[in-house]
């Protein structure tokens, strides 16, 4: 079993930054590929960024490209997402999501994780 708790949401303008964490327990950290999400209010649960067990491979939704990145520290147990230029439409609960994975295996779907994280809201006022 694996559980997955984030942390660092909040309150931002336009514009700005935050940076999430994502600590997994429960199962050696580097097998894991993990995945961040995300869920505005009356909406679906959407992929915003996925990184392999090995690190090499990433990938982002376009509505994120180029101003949110992801990255890991196998050493630490931990996945982060680094949120720059904040949107209004960025607004929503942020879940960390994890999976046993290939080495180079990357995933962006809700259904191909197996274990998820309660959310961390991160607010950006119009």
């Known amino acids: 079993q694996v559980q997955p708790v984030e942390s660092g949401g909040g309150l931002a303008q336009a514009g700005g930054s935050l940076r999430l964490s994502c600590a997994a327990s429960?199962?050696?950290?580097?097998?894991?590929?993990m995945g961040w999400f995300r869920q505005a209010p009356g909406k679906e649960r959407d992929f915003v960024a996925a990184i392999s067990r090995s690190g090499l491979r990433t990938t982002y939704a376009d509505s994120v490209k180029g101003r949110f990145t992801i990255s890991r520290d196998n050493a630490k147990n931990t996945v982060d997402l680094q949120m720059d230029n904040l949107k209004f439409e960025d607004t929503a609960v942020y879940f960390c999501?994890?999976?046993?994975?290939?080495?180079?295996?990357?995933?962006?779907?809700?259904?191909?994780?197996?274990?998820w994280g309660q959310g961390t809201q991160v607010t950006v006022p119009s």
């Open positions: 999501a994890a999976r046993s994975a290939g080495y180079y295996a990357i995933y962006t779907g809700v259904v191909e994780y197996d274990y």
């Open positions: 429960g199962r050696t950290f580097s097998s894991l590929a």
